[in-house]
């Protein structure tokens, strides 16, 4: 076995440890010996270990007790241990740092030895930390919380920590659901809704929170913008992912400019020191079909240089007729080392996602007497020629350095195109006749680009001394530049075609003809965002936490459209230059697990949306307001929280129904002085040993300056909940799980010939899950969705609806 000499320096550094496999110490031997009032092995000392890497964690627990702890390097590897304050016995203090880590241990006197849990169906953590801060790292600790979350502030904060409402949906959590998309995804996340219109990928499938549209997306941390199509960012597949950061509210500080609605953070998974891969293969109801291959591995002996790659392969069918999806993933990352406390990352990203058959709305709502259709759901709207293609291709790379001092400095720079080519045929247009079905018609037409975004963030963040006192700050600047030249074709209405379906009731979506549509023009766009930001925290006591910020931001698009017929070029530069957003939070501990919080911030937003005369509407502008509480129990893995939110706003874009821009894009109306008021509660995380569960419930209502209800198409009361239970003494281990979503009534007025209110009634959708564990390597897992098979409408104002009863199953393999 490998020696260390064990002196103080380096027992300070966290990396301490020897080569894989090895055992290492985590007590200062040779510090001294311990005194004798702490040689009894019940006596609760006093202790004070901050939050950290496990093995820091363990080496501290060493030094402040009489136990000498052994372990295997490896096995403390990518886990982040909580803080342990108080009067303790030794040994329930080391029961509480490796609590949700898998890790059992063995006592002969003051002797501990740590040895991996007989249960080996969780892939082992990957991420290594090489300083004190908590990682928010999931895989692997089979927890449904998360043990921090920065997306809110970039000050590396506890859930408890971090004044606004943050929902992480967990690595753990998406392999039990089978969540393997992102709309899968936000179905379950607490607080926001899909309004789906159309098929998974369309313009007509939106994402809200708190009555806005979501349209803040992060890659680790790092914004992606481009304001003339932001729903291509919501074709992601869930295996690239470590887990998804979601904070409701208004998050300016962090993205500049953005709706107050919520910021989706999705987090890279990252390798490991030590070798691991993971293999699944699943079939599933409509000839669905996914593979899934994971490999990490150290490229050195000692793991300074590590790489990982995760591939995808899926092919499926619908339950919507002529509906045809098939995607491919491709993600690798490599981490080296350069120094004990500098690391660089270097990766790509590869997603495509083509289907056929692909609509972006059901079919007609109501017959020409004005009274409502009644399809299947299987009867689709799409013609047999349309479809969605998107590629998405991003090359990314990194630096940090931490210095002794706790500070940290990071550079992360990011290439990504994506490019989307749809053309769009579906039969929504007009109203059949309930007899002969004549009367419905095609709406037609396509859009394609290729946006490319180029993304610099660097920041700096560490404590400082003030007063006494140790305090937190962050500050940052961020560039982007997203560029796009492509052609533009014409929507919706052709010479020499007609749109009409002769019976709606026999179509098979092959006539009409796709209509001729060459491009008949070209777009540039140029669209930049420059900002610096910076948050503090400070401590004047213990219990208290003042969290202020601010960032300034400059914006420019400039947008020249050529217009092939007439020769004519439209140019179109808009700007809001050195627009400051604030930022204030409070955060009061009232006990060891309760805290109080209230937080501030404002709205500044600039909108792609058109009036009915195609001026682009006027920034929207507002104030967030939200007050609320959070708890935290069984050290941390158990996350509760409360929010009451109150949100102003000016300029809001409201849809006006049926109506076009001259573009062919629907029209909006600003409307001000609207006010939406709500709150939210949930809890994440453990109940029990082995009992994982997500419970949420929010309100939301808009209202606009009169108190008349608006955006009533977004359900104004959700609850939500999934649980699982893990039984480790069937076979090498069982879980089983369900959950229920649920929403309440939505509607929409003037729809169909008669001008009448579309309503679906509040439903409740439940689902199912089994994992068994054949042996340590090899699982099998079955999901069963909308059990009871509900059938609703997924949207107002058109025929589509959600996804009937549907089953996956599979087989998990873990080397």
């Given at each position: 076995?490998?020696?260390?000499?064990?002196?103080?320096?380096?027992?300070?550094?966290?990396?301490?440890?020897?080569?894989?496999?090895?055992?290492?110490?985590?007590?200062?031997?040779?510090?001294?010996?311990?005194?004798?009032?702490?040689?009894?092995?019940?006596?609760?000392?006093?202790?004070?270990?901050?939050?950290?890497?496990?093995?820091?964690?363990?080496?501290?627990?060493?030094?402040?007790?009489?136990?000498?702890?052994?372990?295997?390097?490896?096995?403390?590897?990518?886990?982040?241990?909580?803080?342990?304050?108080?009067?303790?016995?030794?040994?329930?203090?080391?029961?509480?740092?490796?609590?949700?880590?898998?890790?059992?241990?063995?006592?002969?006197?003051?002797?501990?030895?740590?040895?991996?849990?007989?249960?080996?169906?969780?892939?082992?953590?990957?991420?290594?930390?090489?300083?004190?801060?908590?990682?928010?790292?999931?895989?692997?600790?089979?927890?449904?919380?998360?043990?921090?979350?920065?997306?809110?502030?970039?000050?590396?904060?506890?859930?408890?920590?971090?004044?606004?409402?943050?929902?992480?949906?967990?690595?753990?959590?998406?392999?039990?659901?089978?969540?393997?998309?992102?709309?899968?995804?936000?179905?379950?996340?607490?607080?926001?809704?899909?309004?789906?219109?159309?098929?998974?990928?369309?313009?007509?499938?939106?994402?809200?929170?708190?009555?806005?549209?979501?349209?803040?997306?992060?890659?680790?941390?790092?914004?992606?913008?481009?304001?003339?199509?932001?729903?291509?960012?919501?074709?992601?597949?869930?295996?690239?992912?470590?887990?998804?950061?979601?904070?409701?509210?208004?998050?300016?500080?962090?993205?500049?400019?953005?709706?107050?609605?919520?910021?989706?953070?999705?987090?890279?998974?990252?390798?490991?020191?030590?070798?691991?891969?993971?293999?699944?293969?699943?079939?599933?109801?409509?000839?669905?079909?996914?593979?899934?291959?994971?490999?990490?591995?150290?490229?050195?002996?000692?793991?300074?240089?590590?790489?990982?790659?995760?591939?995808?392969?899926?092919?499926?069918?619908?339950?919507?007729?002529?509906?045809?999806?098939?995607?491919?993933?491709?993600?690798?990352?490599?981490?080296?080392?350069?120094?004990?406390?500098?690391?660089?990352?270097?990766?790509?990203?590869?997603?495509?996602?083509?289907?056929?058959?692909?609509?972006?709305?059901?079919?007609?709502?109501?017959?020409?007497?004005?009274?409502?259709?009644?399809?299947?759901?299987?009867?689709?709207?799409?013609?047999?020629?349309?479809?969605?293609?998107?590629?998405?291709?991003?090359?990314?790379a990194s630096l940090e350095h931490r210095f002794e001092n706790d500070w940290l400095v990071k550079g992360t720079y990011s290439h990504a195109t994506n490019k989307y080519d749809e053309v769009l045929g579906y039969a929504a247009g007009g109203y059949p006749d309930r007899v002969t079905g004549a009367g419905a018609n095609l709406w037609a037409g396509r859009w394609a680009g290729k946006?490319?975004?180029?993304?610099?963030?660097?920041?700096?963040?560490?404590?400082?001394?003030?007063?006494?006192?140790?305090?937190?700050?962050?500050?940052?600047?961020?560039?982007?530049?997203?560029?796009?030249?492509?052609?533009?074709?014409?929507?919706?209405?052709?010479?020499?075609?007609?749109?009409?379906?002769?019976?709606?009731?026999?179509?098979?979506?092959?006539?009409?003809?796709?209509?001729?549509?060459?491009?008949?023009?070209?777009?540039?766009?140029?669209?930049?965002?420059?900002?610096?930001?910076?948050?503090?925290?400070?401590?004047?006591?213990?219990?208290?936490?003042?969290?202020?910020?601010?960032?300034?931001?400059?914006?420019?698009?400039?947008?020249?459209?050529?217009?092939?017929?007439?020769?004519?070029?439209?140019?179109?530069?808009?700007?809001?230059?050195?627009?400051?957003?604030?930022?204030?939070?409070?955060?009061?501990?009232?006990?060891?697990?309760?805290?109080?919080?209230?937080?501030?911030?404002?709205?500044?937003?600039?909108?792609?949306?058109?009036?009915?005369?195609?001026?682009?509407?006027?920034?929207?502008?507002?104030?967030?307001?939200?007050?609320?509480?959070?708890?935290?129990?069984?050290?941390?893995?158990?996350?509760?929280?409360?929010?009451?939110?109150?949100?102003q706003q000016d300029n809001l874009a409201v849809a006006i129904p049926g109506v076009f821009a001259p573009d062919g894009s629907g029209a909006f109306e600003a409307v001000s002085g609207t006010q939406t008021r709500g709150f939210e509660i949930e809890a994440s995380g453990e109940l029990a040993t082995n009992w994982q569960a997500s419970v949420s419930f929010g309100r939301a209502i808009?209202?606009?300056?009169?108190?008349?209800?608006?955006?009533?198409?977004?359900?104004?009361?959700?609850?939500?909940?999934?649980?699982?239970?893990?039984?480790?003494?069937?076979?090498?281990?069982?879980?089983?799980?369900?959950?229920?979503?649920?929403?309440?009534?939505?509607?929409?007025?003037?729809?169909?010939?008669?001008?009448?209110?579309?309503?679906?009634?509040?439903?409740?959708?439940?689902?199912?899950?089994?994992?068994?564990?054949?042996?340590?390597?090899?699982?099998?897992?079955?999901?069963?969705?909308?059990?009871?098979?509900?059938?609703?409408?997924?949207?107002?104002?058109?025929?589509?609806?959600?996804?009937?009863?549907?089953?996956?199953?599979?087989?998990?393999?873990?080397?």
């Amino acid at each position: 076995m490998d020696t260390i000499d064990m002196t103080r320096r380096q027992a300070r550094s966290p990396r301490l440890g020897l080569s894989a496999g090895a055992l290492a110490v985590s007590v200062a031997l040779a510090c001294a010996a311990a005194p004798p009032w702490a040689q009894a092995q019940d006596a609760a000392v006093q202790l004070s270990i901050p939050a950290q890497s496990l093995g820091s964690a363990l080496l501290q627990l060493g030094q402040q007790t009489s136990l000498q702890i052994f372990y295997a390097q490896s096995s403390v590897e990518g886990y982040m241990a909580p803080p342990i304050v108080g009067h303790l016995a030794p040994e329930e203090a080391l029961r509480r740092l490796l609590r949700g880590t898998g890790l059992d241990y063995t006592r002969q006197g003051n002797n501990i030895t740590l040895s991996r849990s007989s249960s080996l169906t969780e892939l082992a953590p990957v991420t290594v930390s090489g300083s004190g801060l908590r990682d928010g790292t999931t895989e692997g600790t089979g927890s449904y919380t998360s043990g921090s979350a920065s997306t809110a502030t970039k000050l590396n904060l506890s859930l408890r920590e971090t004044p606004q409402s943050v929902s992480v949906i967990t690595r753990q959590r998406m392999d039990d659901q089978g969540l393997t998309q992102l709309s899968d995804v936000v179905v379950q996340t607490p607080g926001l809704t899909l309004d789906s219109g159309g098929n998974a990928g369309s313009d007509s499938s939106t994402i809200y929170s708190r009555g806005f549209e979501v349209d803040n997306y992060q890659i680790d941390g790092v914004a992606q913008s481009y304001s003339n199509y932001s729903k291509i960012f919501q074709t992601n597949d869930m295996a690239l992912y470590d887990r998804v950061e979601v904070v409701r509210g208004a998050t300016g500080l962090m993205n500049g400019v953005g709706s107050p609605g919520a910021t989706i953070n999705l987090v890279r998974k990252r390798p490991g020191r030590d070798f691991q891969a993971s293999v699944k293969a699943e079939a599933g109801s409509w000839n669905h079909y996914r593979g899934e291959a994971d490999i990490s591995t150290p490229f050195t002996e000692d793991g300074s240089v590590r790489g990982r790659l995760v591939a995808v392969w899926q092919d499926n069918d619908s339950y919507i007729d002529r509906l045809e999806e098939r995607k491919k993933i491709l993600y690798g990352i490599v981490e080296a080392d350069l120094g004990p406390d500098t690391l660089a990352t270097l990766g790509f990203t590869f997603q495509e996602h083509d289907a056929s058959g692909h609509a972006r709305s059901g079919r007609p709502a109501y017959y020409s007497d004005g009274t409502p259709t009644h399809w299947d759901r299987s009867d689709s709207a799409a013609a047999e020629w349309a479809y969605s293609k998107r590629r998405n291709q991003s090359v990314f790379a990194s630096l940090e350095h931490r210095f002794e001092n706790d500070w940290l400095v990071k550079g992360t720079y990011s290439h990504a195109t994506n490019k989307y080519d749809e053309v769009l045929g579906y039969a929504a247009g007009g109203y059949p006749d309930r007899v002969t079905g004549a009367g419905a018609n095609l709406w037609a037409g396509r859009w394609a680009g290729k946006p490319v975004q180029d993304s610099l963030d660097v920041y700096a963040s560490g404590p400082f001394t003030l007063f006494g006192r140790k305090h937190d700050l962050v500050f940052g600047a961020t560039a982007t530049r997203t560029k796009e030249d492509t052609p533009t074709y014409n929507l919706w209405w052709f010479d020499d075609w007609s749109s009409a379906i002769p019976n709606i009731f026999t179509w098979d979506g092959r006539y009409p003809a796709a209509p001729y549509n060459p491009a008949n023009g070209r777009m540039r766009i140029d669209e930049k965002i420059t900002s610096a930001y910076t948050t503090m925290r400070f401590r004047p006591t213990d219990a208290l936490s003042l969290i202020v910020g601010g960032r300034i931001t400059s914006w420019t698009s400039d947008k020249d459209t050529l217009s092939y017929d007439t020769g004519a070029t439209t140019v179109l530069n808009r700007s809001e230059n050195d627009k400051i957003t604030p930022y204030a939070g409070i955060v009061y501990d009232f006990t060891d697990n309760w805290s109080g919080y209230a937080s501030y911030t404002n709205i500044f937003k600039p909108q792609n949306s058109m009036d009915v005369d195609g001026n682009y509407l006027d920034p929207l502008l507002g104030n967030s307001y939200e007050v609320g509480a959070k708890g935290s129990f069984f050290d941390d893995a158990l996350n509760v929280s409360a929010a009451v939110y109150r949100v102003q706003q000016d300029n809001l874009a409201v849809a006006i129904p049926g109506v076009f821009a001259p573009d062919g894009s629907g029209a909006f109306e600003a409307v001000s002085g609207t006010q939406t008021r709500g709150f939210e509660i949930e809890a994440s995380g453990e109940l029990a040993t082995n009992w994982q569960a997500s419970v949420s419930f929010g309100r939301a209502i808009t209202q606009d300056r009169n108190k008349a209800t608006i955006n009533t198409s977004i359900p104004q009361n959700t609850f939500k909940v999934f649980t699982t239970y893990r039984m480790p003494n069937v076979g090498h281990g069982l879980t089983v799980g369900a959950g229920l979503r649920w929403q309440s009534q939505i509607y929409s007025d003037d729809q169909g010939p008669a001008g009448v209110r579309f309503t679906q009634d509040s439903y409740a959708v439940v689902d199912l899950m089994a994992h068994y564990a054949i042996s340590k390597q090899v699982s099998a897992y079955v999901n069963v969705y909308n059990a009871f098979d509900k059938s609703y409408y997924a949207s107002t104002g058109t025929a589509y609806y959600g996804a009937p009863r549907s089953i996956k199953a599979g087989l998990d393999i873990r080397f």
